[in-house]
């Protein structure tokens, strides 16, 4: 498998499609999902992450940046390999169902980064929720255009030991 590699910010790393044949069932993901904030340094596999994203809001009908000192200080969102970041565009959904559209973002997103969390346990990969940061400093480092707001951090990778 190969090892992911740090991308420079708008540089595309081609993924493979997401697998939708698992060795572990969705009960057995549920059943042993816990946060995990210490990670092994190890890069992830193009192959994981890419079944992370798939997971997350990936398509299924057809064929790395990360925020450290923008976390709060939150040190293992920096020692994760990886660093999935939820954001929106609220403008998208409240044109269409005005202020409530609002909550549907925010739902969507929270299945999203279930599936996320779950994938990561199939994988046998850590990962944690983390709504605490800075904002601003997120969509920074991130340079999010206008109007994208982060909403949702999730570090994954290796688990070190420990929670």
Request: glycine content about 8%.
């Amino acid at each position: 498998m190969k090892r992911l590699a740090a991308a420079t910010a708008g540089e595309s790393i081609p993924l493979p499609p997401g697998a939708t044949d698992g060795r572990v069932s969705l009960e057995q993901a549920v059943a042993r999902r816990r946060s995990c904030r210490r990670f092994a340094p190890d890069p992830l596999t193009v192959e994981q992450l890419a079944q992370l994203l798939w997971a997350a809001q990936g398509v299924t009908a057809a064929p790395n940046l990360r925020a450290a000192q923008a976390a709060l200080g939150q040190a293992f969102v920096a020692a994760a390999p990886v660093t999935l970041v939820f954001a929106a565009v609220y403008d998208r959904t409240t044109r269409r169902y005005g202020e409530r559209g609002q909550r549907y973002v925010h739902l969507d997103a929270g299945c999203a980064a279930e599936n996320a969390h779950l994938q990561a346990e199939a994988l046998d990969l850590g990962s944690v929720a983390v709504g605490a940061f800075n904002d601003d400093a997120v969509a920074e480092v991130l340079e999010l255009p206008e109007g994208e707001h982060p909403l949702y951090l999730i570090p994954v990778g290796r688990r070190a030991g420990g929670t």
